[in-house]
């Protein structure tokens, strides 16, 4: 049943992801690129990862993407069908084919390495993996917590400067 | 169990198909009738009669649309991006459908010595009874929500017209604002029961006769995440997207046919949805008396819970004119959302001190 439906997505994943890189649009693109995320999400939860999965599509389908079409639909780039670019397919393919030969090799190489850590597969599912997350969080990581959250606001406060034109 | 398919007994898919189809069919229906509900309610608000032809006292009316909207013609205006422009209304409906998988609309019943606990995703574990569900079911209703704004956005500009455009951007501001503030709003909800799954949160409801119902421990969040919800789906005084009075009827102006009523139906499913979820993290949802004795009472109670706030939604229809858009933001940014943040800071404090 799971070999299935991962199958399944992973069909769906890759269509879309050629999809991103073929489109005309650059709307259908990012489209496509959400479809991409979507089934990103669903590995997260075949993976027991329920959590990261919500934030997957939360932040990366819903947040990220949005700014992202927004942007494409503002400056309103034409679709230019006509023309054609010969020039970057030469080094494009041979760029491509030794990157299919890196990942070849190290699927046929590589071997599946354990989980390690303190927390295993069957604690997560007993503990719950946002409660565990969120522990993590706010106590052995509390620090790096507080400065992204530092980082953040500054970048806010940054953004409010570059818009109001006069304080 | 009898057969067994890939390790599961036949039951199982046959109350899984049952309950997708039960849910389905009540949100088309109430869907349908919601508009005909909207249109008699205000009506008699008003006092006017509303639709009365069709049918008694109008009744057959919203058959009459659909059948309307299907036969109408199928228009793609010439200089639309025809693949959004057709894609469009399909994102808007089905996150407002799927969100219904993780809402428990009942408790456990038994049919035919199989229990069944009434709530889509979710399974119950035989040997210890307990049922288990999505543990992360309100983040997967945020992140549903969080996918709506595609359909809006994308119609708005694939229509190619400056009135879809305009409907779209603001759409798309408002449901971004909003959002922020609903989710905020329901973080005291999960600081109080400590669990993310939907349905252990209204299993905690349960206690003290309804007044363990977290609309009276977290009575501003829930205000809040009323209002923010109605601003998320575009309902009044929150229609500015729709506003026919500036821009005709925003971003769905170029649609036609069963794509204009895809829409509509995404609207009132929106509704149905948000209206859903208010019941079932405030209200205690399939909560009421007599649940235990009579299990097919939870499912009596839910959908009471849910028409009455439905209800109060076409009311504030009837009675409140339309935001102004900088109103709009003021109330989203300057007010509710330092509401919100205050709530879950006040929220904690208290907390501390009572454990």
Redesign the interface.
Same mark, same amino acid.
């Given at each position: %049943?799971e070999t299935l439906f991962f199958a399944i997505i992973t069909l769906v994943a890759i269509v879309s992801a050629i999809l991103v890189i073929s489109c005309k649009?650059p709307?259908?693109s990012a489209?496509s690129l $959400?479809m991409t995320f979507f089934c990103l999400a669903t590995y997260y939860v075949m993976l027991d990862a329920?959590?990261m999965?919500?934030?997957q $599509? %939360?932040v990366y389908? *819903?947040?990220i993407m $949005?700014l992202i $079409?927004?942007t494409i %639909?503002l400056l309103n780039i034409r679709v230019d069908a006509t023309k054609k670019h010969t020039h970057k397919v030469v080094l494009g393919s041979i760029i491509g084919f030794f990157t299919l030969i890196n990942t070849v090799f190290l699927l046929l190489k590589g071997h599946v390495a354990v989980p390690t850590g303190p927390y295993s597969g069957e604690m997560i599912k007993q503990l *719950?993996?946002?409660e565990l997350i969120g522990k993590e969080m706010f106590t052995n990581f509390l620090l790096p917590f507080e400065i992204t959250s530092i980082l953040l606001l500054v970048a806010i406060v940054g953004a409010v400067i570059l818009a109001k034109k006069k304080l | 169990m009898g057969i067994e398919i890939l390790g599961l007994p036949m039951m199982y898919y046959i109350a899984m198909v049952a309950k997708v189809l039960v849910a389905f069919i009540f949100v088309l229906l109430t869907v349908a009738y919601a508009t005909y509900a909207e249109r008699k309610i205000i009506g008699h608000m008003q006092v006017r009669l509303g639709p009365m032809r069709t049918g008694w006292h109008g009744l057959l009316q919203p058959i009459a649309d659909g059948v309307k909207l299907f036969f109408k013609e199928e228009i793609v205006p010439s200089q639309a991006s025809t693949f959004a422009f057709l894609i469009a209304p399909l994102i808007a409906l089905i996150p407002a459908f799927i969100t219904f998988a993780v809402i428990p609309f009942g408790g456990v019943i038994e049919v035919a010595g199989y229990k069944i606990p009434l709530q889509i995703a979710s399974y119950i574990d035989v040997a210890s009874g307990k049922v288990y569900d999505v543990n992360v079911g309100v983040l997967y209703i945020l992140a549903m929500s969080s996918l709506g704004v595609y359909g809006i956005v994308l119609a708005g500009w694939a229509s190619n017209s400056k009135y879809s455009l305009l409907g779209g951007l603001r759409a798309s501001a408002q449901m971004i604002s909003y959002e922020l503030s609903a989710g905020l709003a329901i973080v005291s909800v999960f600081m109080l029961s400590g669990t993310l799954s939907l349905n252990e949160i209204v299993t905690q409801q349960s206690a003290m006769g309804g007044f363990g119902w977290y609309v009276f421990k977290q009575p501003l969040a829930a205000f809040m995440f009323f209002i923010c919800s109605l601003a998320e789906i575009n309902r009044t005084p929150f229609d500015l997207p729709e506003a026919e009075t500036e821009l005709v009827s925003g971003f769905c102006t170029e649609y036609s046919s069963m794509k204009y009523a895809m829409f509509f139906m995404a609207e009132y499913a929106n509704m149905v949805t948000v209206c859903a979820l208010t019941a079932t993290l405030f209200l205690g949802g399939w909560n009421g008396p007599l649940t235990a004795e009579v299990p097919l009472l939870g499912p009596v109670y839910f959908v009471a819970k849910v028409y009455i706030l439905m209800f109060v939604c076409m009311w504030i229809r009837a009675t409140l004119p339309r935001y102004r858009y900088d109103q709009l933001m003021h109330l989203g940014w300057k007010v509710l959302l330092p509401l919100s943040l205050l709530n879950i800071v006040a929220t904690g404090i208290i907390g501390y001190f009572i454990n």
């Open positions: %049943m649009n709307i259908n489209l $959400v329920p959590f999965a919500a934030v $599509v %939360m389908a *819903g947040a $949005v $079409v927004f %639909m *719950g993996h946002t | -």
